[in-house]
């Protein structure tokens, strides 16, 4: 897609606060449970965090992000713009992440998605993750019923 090869890819380490906050409206924009710039700063600052930040001149398209758990790695989110939904982006952003996880010695990425996210799970899904379980009612939604995680998993080679 032309929109893909415009973009720019940033390491979340490098990252201004100013675009923490993009981050944090994007992620607000994507759930309902959204972090703010400070827990996203917090959460990037770790050791050994990782994942891109994806921006269409100073817009912000998307991000991901990944934690470490000894020998694996755990992608704990991931959005995309709403205009970008469904154009590549995501799976650009998975992609990338798992090249990573491979290069820095990561054995297998970890992730939970809500059962009723359908989109998401059909991204895990065509890059290579398994449905490992499910966690009931996991997540507590303000105007509906609590929904399963569904647990899932890829070696990262």
């Avoid at 929109?3 to 606060?17: G, K, T």
């Avoid at 990782?50 to 990944?66: H, M, R, T, Y």
Wanted: aromatic share 8%; proline share 4%; hydrophobic share 40%.
């Amino acid at each position: 897609m032309p929109f893909l090869q415009n973009l720019r890819f940033s390491e979340l380490s490098a990252l201004s606060d100013d675009q923490l906050s993009q981050l944090a409206d994007l992620h607000r924009q994507c759930f309902e449970d959204a972090w703010s710039a400070k827990s996203i700063r917090d959460m990037i600052s770790g050791q050994g965090a990782f994942g891109q930040a994806a921006f269409l001149e100073s817009d912000l398209a998307g991000f991901s992000i990944f934690l470490p758990c000894v020998d694996q790695c755990e992608l704990v989110t991931i959005c995309t713009s709403p205009e970008r939904r469904s154009s590549g982006l995501g799976r650009k952003l998975v992609d990338a992440g798992l090249s990573l996880a491979a290069k820095t010695g990561f054995t297998d990425c970890l992730l939970e998605v809500a059962s009723d996210n359908a989109p998401a799970r059909h991204l895990y899904e065509s890059a290579g993750f398994t449905e490992d379980g499910t966690r009931k009612a996991y997540y507590l939604r303000k105007n509906g019923p609590p929904m399963d995680a569904v647990l899932m998993s890829k070696p990262t080679k």
